[in-house]
């Protein structure tokens, strides 16, 4: 059965530092999003993505995140000066027109 | 917030035993969605139901919808140890045809053997 990949499965990286999480979505989805969990918190959604735009973002997607579908294949989430409040779990999913999305693994993000 | 909220926070029974769940939602929604997740680990789909539909079944998994209560429910029949997990529902937010889904806290199922 098709499945949406992450990776790493978990990243640590210092304060200030800049990371890429990287998701391979299912091959005929076409919408894509990001969503993190902080430990022992709700699942809260961060952006999605469709037709290599930006559909929606939360108040969370400050300028310090972008996503990229930089080929057919991949879709990244870019954190460009990582902060202590970024360490969580961050899922990707994919979906086709239909409402159900997809889930990743997740990468776990340790900022020291 | 149309997030939906999950009750109990916490479930502990034996195996063998039913398990229910309960979702609460604010707003009108398209969809409901169940997913689980086991410690520390991603997001797996279980079940979903539309605004149109009551109930749904897949294998031991009965989900309910009230709409007019905005309220659903997930049984688990015959729990298993392996059911053990945490379990989530997730509303939908309609823009622009788009989907974004609001997560509860989550129900923490503990079966034990």
């Known amino acids: 059965e098709p499945e949406v990949t992450q990776t790493p499965s978990h990243q640590v990286t210092q304060m200030g530092q800049e990371v890429i999480l990287r998701c391979v979505p299912i091959s005929n989805h076409l919408y894509f999003y990001w969503y993190r969990q902080i430990l022992g918190q709700k699942v809260e959604f961060l952006v999605s993505f469709y037709n290599n735009e930006i559909s929606e973002k939360s108040e969370i997607f400050d300028d310090q995140f972008s996503v990229e579908r930089p080929d057919g294949s991949n879709f990244t989430l870019k954190i460009r000066s990582t902060k202590l409040e970024d360490s969580a779990m961050y899922f990707c999913?994919?979906?086709?027109?239909?409402?159900?999305?997809?889930f990743g693994p997740g990468t776990r993000l340790t900022v020291t | 917030s149309q997030q939906g909220e999950e009750d109990p926070q916490a479930l502990s029974i034996q195996e063998g035993e039913n398990a229910t769940m309960n979702c609460s939602y604010k707003?009108?929604?398209?969809?409901l969605q169940w997913y689980r997740q086991n410690s520390g680990r991603g997001l797996v789909h279980l079940i979903l139901i539309r605004s149109n539909e009551r109930e749904k079944h897949s294998g031991r998994l009965r989900v309910t919808l009230d709409t007019s209560k905005k309220s659903s429910s997930l049984l688990i029949t015959a729990s298993r140890a392996a059911d053990t997990a945490s379990y989530f529902c997730?509303?939908?937010?309609?823009?622009?045809?788009?989907?974004?889904?609001?997560f509860g806290s989550g129900t923490k199922l503990n079966v034990k053997p």
């Open positions: 707003t009108s929604i398209n969809n």
């Open positions: 997730a509303t939908d937010g309609i823009l622009r045809n788009f989907n974004k889904f609001y």
């Open positions: 999913a994919s979906s086709v027109l239909v409402h159900e999305q997809y």
